[in-house]
């Protein structure tokens, strides 16, 4: 087996250069057939989604196979190699065997365990069927990668892995309240219209809500999905408003949760103190007192129209209005109970597209707090953005139009590469009643990690939730199904070897038959006075004879051959028994022209 895959995916390309990369019908099946017209490919087949490209071939040379692939994927996507060649990977046999049996898992998907991927594999297998680029090992590949997927699906709750995560998150706002008790009468936000904000919205409504808004940059999208939620039987208001009205909508709503592929932020500091302060809903006197100033005793406040003004005044540099002098009068005086230096040097950061690494699964200001500098990056591995389709926790939604209605506005919403940073958790529970409670699922964040400086707002992002959750039952699916995987790889890998020697078997067997009959033949010259039921008592007496003395050696090296470092085998087992290497040739030929590998029906 010499399988070989050249890609670029989310995870290793910026959407900017996967939208330009993207392949339509007609690119794909020229790719397919210029990359059987090339030297070192046998069979091929290319997988292509919004977030993902990738061209799978077997070759028999491994350096001149990488090259012709990388070329080819180029040319047809239009990108040039060079610039291309950056966000390429490469996986050879046995890993890119688990590569594409991890992608059916949804382990690789930007929505983890999203299962709308089995369905662009069984395209790319059919594609590879009708323009006879599949071979046997292209069509085991992807037909046993069909049947991981739907194993991990079933045997785990992978696809539920979505729903913990938002179910988790709303957790993580309403503190020590039961979600449903929390959520009930609130206003809620959603932005964003893919599969995970889908979900959040679907949970929104199953958990009480009484008014879901959607916001996407696309409207037909955001009204799509606000019309399935007021189809879903739980009650809820819906109704979308473009991405220009979310500003507005934050100073009228309780929950917000944001879930987009925008490469920027999409709430920053002053838009949610703005809307809090133009709503009128931050009232100093209910606000629990910050603790005093050192050396001060003195506890100061400020509205919510105070914080704004202070970020305005951080960046200018100067004292803010509304803010009782603070900034001008103290040294390490706070806005809203945030160091003058930490509001001007969250402002700097905003104002230079940066983030920070900020800390807490449930953020409440209730102290002055020194912000904690960038965290280190967490490994490919590690549980965040962790999301599916969660069809079967969401009771009372139409959950097959809310399936579609993800899978069809993320053809559209291809998100930037994420690369996430762990946060410290920190559970305050402050006194300050939450005014605006903000749940961001995106990676890298759609909400400035400044906001949870304002008084009344609690805050919950994705990064948090990845150490708050470690040990949570999302965490065990993955971990589950990566051990399916792992087996499931050994497994076929011991498969192809022990197909591998195959032809050789069945030319060592067909020999032997041929032997017999030419040793039958030859009595039948010298004892030509045999009936019919002593010829064949004698013909079948030496065919057992033959079987007997090559089944255990057949058996055996079938074994040693599944085995790692087992392919010489077939060629130790045709030089000891002088087996004509066009017999086994043809053989090999015939066996990969077998009809039922070009069945459709067995990519089901």
């Known amino acids: 087996m010499s399988l070989l895959v050249v890609g670029l995916s989310h995870r290793s390309a910026p959407v900017s250069v996967l939208e330009r990369a993207s392949l339509s019908a007609d690119a794909k099946a020229k790719l397919l057939h210029d990359t059987l017209a090339a030297e070192p490919a046998a069979e091929a087949a290319v997988l292509a989604t919004c977030n993902r490209i990738e061209l799978y071939a077997d070759v028999d040379k491994f350096h001149a196979g990488v090259a012709e692939l990388s070329t080819l994927l180029a040319q047809h996507s239009g990108v040039a190699l060079e610039e291309l060649t950056p966000y390429l990977y490469v996986h050879y046999e046995d890993r890119a065997v688990h590569h594409l049996f991890s992608v059916a898992c949804g ?7 999203e299962g709308q991927i089995l369905g662009q594999i069984k395209d790319a297998l ?4 009708e323009l006879h680029t599949a071979g046997r090992l292209i069509n085991d590949l992807f037909q046993q990668a069909l049947r991981v997927g739907k194993r991990a699906h079933s045997e785990t709750g992978i696809d539920r892995a979505g729903q913990s995560l938002v179910t988790f998150g709303l957790e993580q706002l309403a503190v020590h309240l039961p979600v449903e008790e929390w959520a009930a009468g609130k206003r809620a936000l959603v932005i964003g219209a893919g599969s995970m904000s889908s979900l959040a919205a679907a949970t929104l ?3 009480g809500v009484a008014e879901v808004v959607v916001a996407n940059r696309t409207a037909e999208r955001a009204e799509r999905l606000a019309e399935i939620l007021v189809a879903s039987g739980t009650g809820v208001a ?3 408003v473009p991405m220009a009205a979310v500003a507005g909508e934050l100073g009228r709503v309780d929950v917000v949760v944001s879930c987009t592929g925008a490469t920027g932020l999409v709430l920053t500091g002053d838009d949610v103190a703005d809307a809090l302060a133009g709503a009128g809903g931050m009232d100093p006197a209910g606000l629990s007192p910050t603790p005093p100033l050192p050396g001060t005793g003195a506890a100061p406040r400020a509205s919510a129209q105070g914080v704004a003004d202070g970020f305005a005044a951080a960046r200018a540099g100067a004292p803010a209005a509304g803010t009782g002098g603070a900034l001008a009068d103290v040294p390490q005086a706070a806005v809203g109970g945030v160091d003058a230096e930490v509001v001007a040097r969250l402002a700097a950061l905003a104002e230079a597209g940066r983030r920070i690494a900020d800390a ?5 200001i209730t102290a002055p707090a020194a912000v904690e500098g960038d965290g280190c990056p967490v490994g490919p591995d590690a549980p965040v953005a962790l999301a599916g389709d969660g069809r079967s926790a969401l009771a009372g939604v139409d959950a097959g139009s809310l399936e579609l209605h993800g899978a069809w506005a993320d053809q ?3 998100a930037a590469q994420r690369q996430p940073r762990r946060a410290a958790r920190s559970q305050a529970d402050g006194a300050v009643p939450v005014r605006l409670a903000l749940l961001d699922l995106a990676m890298p964040r759609d909400i400035d990690a400044a906001v949870h400086r304002i008084p009344g707002v609690r805050l919950v992002d994705i990064e948090s939730l990845a150490e708050a959750s470690a040990d949570a039952p999302m965490a065990a699916d993955v971990d589950a199904v990566r051990g399916i995987v792992a087996g499931e790889v050994a497994a076929f890998g011991a498969a192809q070897r022990a197909a591998h020697i195959t032809p050789t078997v069945v030319a060592l067997r067909a020999m032997a038959a041929e032997v017999v009959a030419m040793e039958v033949a030859r009595l039948d010259g010298r004892v030509p006075d045999l009936d019919e039921r002593q010829r064949a008592e004698v013909t079948q007496t030496v065919r057992r004879v033959v079987d007997k003395l090559l089944h255990a050696p057949t058996v055996r090296v079938k074994q040693l051959a ?3 470092g087992g392919a010489g085998y077939a060629e130790a087992l ?4 002088d087996l004509d290497p066009q017999t086994v040739a043809s053989v090999s030929r015939a066996d990969a022209a077998d009809p039922k590998n070009d069945d459709p029906g067995r990519a089901s």
Do not use: I, K
């Open 562 to 564: 599944s085995e790692p």
């Open 126 to 129: 059919a594609l590879g069927q």
């Open 107 to 113: 382990l690789d998907s930007m929505v983890v365990g």
């Open 574 to 577: 045709r030089e000891l028994f």
């Open 205 to 207: 409504a199953r958990v």
């Open 412 to 414: 559209g919403e291809a």
């Open 238 to 240: 819906a109704r979308a």
């Open 360 to 364: 807490g699964a449930v953020r409440t």
